[in-house]
């Protein structure tokens, strides 16, 4: 910017700084000048030049806006100032008016619902929709893709519970060819343990696990991992219990692939002279009662309302009614004290278990005269396994679950216990579990659902010791996100839920924990094709 002095000083110019834009000129008439007017032109252009200088400074940048400052000013301050407003806020709020009042109306019957967006622009050119029509469709269209997708997910829920219920064609045929194999080979028969080392299996001295199952493939797993991670194999005693159709091809493989220098006792229920229909009379009501069998093997889908059922709960009913839990292994862990009478403390273990650690630190554990040590599931912060307390597994609206129990209490976990069988001895657990076992029947199934855990949480009621989480990491079948650093410090992990390694459905990224500990080497292993 520049101003000019005339040499007469009778004009004043002022310019833009590139010469060619005259802003303003001011002439001064010779006769009439004087100082003090000079004075106060030239204030008053002091005053001004600012105003200028800023004006400057937007005309050169106005080449990066597409208006100019004066035009856009224009186009914001004018309709205000002309009494005119924006139609867009307008036509939004008609449009919100519209949508509510379809959102409380019922979808037309025979309203033909496009397939595809783009199926629903091209209706719309051709059709021409007013707004109340197109909000309709688009209803239509939303409501039947909710339920689309709420039947998708049904059916995979149903789909998973009937997938991890079944049993996989390897591990099937791996239990045929073993007890074919029983029958054939004099070394699958042979004494398991051999006679020198019976002595070893009532022996205090050593680590006793009792392991009870059907499934062969995982009990390989739980003995040689056991086995492997510990710092004293040669003192680990495993008691393998396993049903009358499955004791063959168990025995063959444990005969077969001895876990050296431990020591693997099986032995099938038949030949425990103790489980007679006498002393398991509610257990065997369990596993004959038609209801019950009606229960867990039968239609899953008779009665239940899915328009009233999340996902999440049907999942949770589904879990609920595999049907495991009716089965006596699963019951047997009740019946330790009589099974194994001449042992003082023993470690059971799922079957859906590795061990990652050496446990043997356990039977140093002070109980403090209790009998269970176990992990508490009530402190953790995911829904699904670790914020579990009494009100997740009892229906607190029975009388007698409101009456005799408290719903903020917190549960443990079965899976990995520590067992004070002489402190177990001294207490009435058993008859108190069997008690509640038959007013469940009574109730037709009324005050809980879940299989072994609600009768156990309240026959050990006051009988359990809280031990560290790190020996037991549970969750890895319910949870595709869990830490894997979490998961390669914990001394146990646990794959309940129904997403089992040895099932398809297993999550990919833990599997390998599992799998690291299968034989692969084993003949039967490969020609059953197991896992591939």
């Not at 398991?280 to 009501?285: D, T």
Request: charged share 20%.
């Amino acid at each position: 910017m520049q101003l000019h002095f005339s040499p007469s000083m009778r004009s004043i110019t002022i310019s833009s700084s590139n010469g060619f834009i005259d802003l303003m000129k001011i002439k001064v008439a010779a006769r009439h000048i004087s100082y003090r007017t000079l004075f106060h032109t030239i204030l008053i252009l002091a005053f001004l030049l600012p105003f200028v200088f800023i004006l400057t400074a937007v005309v050169t940048l106005e080449g990066v806006n597409k208006c100019s400052s004066f035009d856009c000013l224009g186009r914001r301050l004018g309709p205000r100032l002309l009494g005119r407003i924006d139609d867009s806020g307008r036509l939004v709020r008609e449009f919100y008016q519209i949508l509510n009042q379809v959102n409380s109306e019922e979808i037309p019957d025979g309203l033909k619902l496009p397939e595809s967006f783009s199926q629903l622009v091209s209706e719309m050119k051709s059709n021409k929709y007013n707004s109340k029509d197109f909000a309709l469709v688009l209803k239509g269209m939303m409501e039947r893709s909710e339920r689309e997708i709420r039947e998708s997910k049904f059916a995979e829920l149903m789909n998973k519970h009937f997938a991890a219920s079944a049993i996989p064609k390897g591990i099937h045929c791996l239990s045929l060819r073993l007890t074919d194999e029983y029958s054939s080979n004099a070394h699958a028969r042979k004494q398991l343990p051999s006679p020198e080392l019976l002595p070893v299996l009532s022996d205090n001295s050593y680590y006793h696990f009792v392991l009870s199952t059907d499934n062969i493939l995982a009990a390989s797993v739980v003995v040689s991992s056991a086995v492997q991670s510990s710092l004293k194999p040669d003192k680990i005693v495993f008691h393998v219990i396993t049903d009358k159709k499955t004791y063959a091809g168990m025995h063959s493989w444990f005969a077969l692939n001895p876990i050296s220098p431990s020591v693997v006792e099986v032995k099938g229920v038949h030949q425990f002279d103790w489980l007679t229909r006498e002393n398991v009379p509610v257990l065997e009501a369990v596993e004959n009662h038609y209801g019950i069998r009606n229960y867990y093997h039968g239609n899953h889908l008779t009665g239940a309302n899915l328009s009233d059922t999340t996902p999440r709960t049907f999942a949770s009913k589904l879990q609920a009614r595999s049907p495991k839990y009716i089965s006596l292994l699963n019951h047997l862990r009740i019946y330790l004290p009589e099974l194994f009478p001449n042992l003082d403390k023993m470690v059971f273990l799922d079957d859906d278990v590795v061990i990652q650690r050496d446990l043997s630190p356990l039977w140093e554990i002070d109980l403090g005269g209790k009998v269970n040590g176990a992990v508490e599931t009530c402190k953790g912060e995911d829904e699904w396994v670790m914020s579990k307390r009494f009100r997740n597994y009892f229906n607190f609206s029975h009388p007698l679950i409101a009456k005799n129990l408290n719903p903020d209490e917190c549960a443990w976990a079965y899976g990995m216990n520590i067992f004070d069988l002489r402190a177990w001895r001294k207490t009435d657990i058993r008859d108190t579990y069997h008690t509640w076992l038959k007013e469940n029947l009574k109730s037709n199934m009324t005050m809980w659902k879940l299989g072994t855990l609600p009768p156990a949480l309240i026959a050990f009621k006051g009988h359990v010791h809280r031990i560290d989480p790190s020996w037991h990491m549970l969750g890895l079948g319910y949870q595709n996100k869990t830490d894997i650093e979490s998961v390669k410090e914990a001394a146990v992990i646990h794959y309940n839920g129904q997403s089992k390694p040895w099932l398809e459905i297993g999550f990919g990224q833990l599997r390998p924990f599992w799998t690291k500990y299968v034989n692969y080497s084993s003949d039967f292993v490969r020609n059953c094709h197991i896992l591939e």
